[in-house]
Nanobody
Framework: VQLVESGGGPVQVGGSLRLSCAVS????????IGWFRQVPGKAREGIAC????????EYGNAVRGRFVISTDNTKNTVHLDMRSMKPEDTAVYYC?????????????????WGQGTQVTVSS
């Protein structure tokens, strides 16, 4: 299983950014693909995930209403569209894969991780 993130970088407060996760080596029907983020000294936090087989999308409280996760099955890619960004959104963002049918915002069910991409929100 390979998960490769792209799209990170600097963004201004209130701005928007799209992250993408290219998925290979697995069928998207078998896995829920999601996004976690981590800042130094804190636990990795699940923020959004999409289980296409279960037709279920989950969002963490910190991003609900601002971030949108979507899956492009033709390209085996999962996107995270982030808007109304805040300084506290600054983190390393990781793409993650969990077995379909699990609670995919939980760190403990994740079986595969991407390498991470830095997002920095500043004024």
């Amino acid at each position: 299983v390979q998960l490769v993130e792209s799209g990170g970088g600097p963004v201004q407060v209130g701005g928007s950014l799209r992250l993408s996760c290219a998925v290979s080596g697995v069928k998207l029907d078998d896995f829920a693909i999601g996004w976690f983020r981590q800042v130094p000294g804190k636990a990795r936090e699940g923020i959004a995930c999409h289980d296409t087989s279960e037709e279920k999308i989950e969002y963490g409280n910190a991003v609900r209403g601002r971030f949108v996760i979507s899956t492009d099955n033709t390209k085996n890619t999962v996107h995270l569209d982030m808007r109304s960004m805040k300084p506290e959104d600054t983190a390393v963002y990781y793409c993650a894969a969990a077995p379909s049918g699990t609670y995919c915002l939980s760190y403990w069910v994740i079986e595969n991780w991407g390498q991470g991409t830095q997002v920095t929100v500043s004024s």
